[in-house]
């Protein structure tokens, strides 16, 4: 079983830049990050291979965020730039055996981060 714990998130105005870290209990593989807003069903953000050859994005943040990872430290991070009020939302990371946008190709999930962007 493998615990991940999300850190980073907070409140930052518009244009504002946020780095969350999830930080993994083991060796994770593929790694992805979501994120729900109030009402709203949980949406894929972004995902990094463990290599870390391979990333993809969703097109609402490409270009503004940045995901990238530590092996040695078991810790994956999402680099958030340009940040926007419909950013808002409780950030989630994710970890599986392999890399998708879907949230069921996921095995395990951390508990959220919020991430407040003001205007």
């Known amino acids: 079983q493998v615990q991940l714990v999300e850190s980073g998130g907070g409140l930052v105005q518009a244009g504002g830049s946020l780095r969350l870290s999830c930080a993994a209990s083991?060796?994770?593989?593929?790694s992805g990050w979501f994120r729900q807003a109030p009402g709203k069903e949980r949406e894929f953000v972004a995902a990094?291979?463990?290599?870390?050859?391979?990333?993809y994005y969703a097109d609402s943040v490409k270009g503004r965020f940045t995901i990238s990872r530590d092996n040695a430290k078991n810790t994956v991070y999402l680099q958030m730039n340009s940040l926007k009020p419909e950013d808002t939302a409780v950030y989630y990371c994710?970890?599986?055996?392999?890399?998708?946008?879907?949230?069921?190709?996921?095995?395990?999930w951390g508990q959220g981060t919020q991430v407040t962007v003001s205007s």
């Open positions: 083991g060796r994770t593989f593929s």
């Open positions: 990094i291979t463990w290599s870390g050859g391979s990333t």
């Open positions: 994710a970890a599986g055996a392999i890399i998708t946008r879907a949230r069921y190709g996921y095995d395990y």
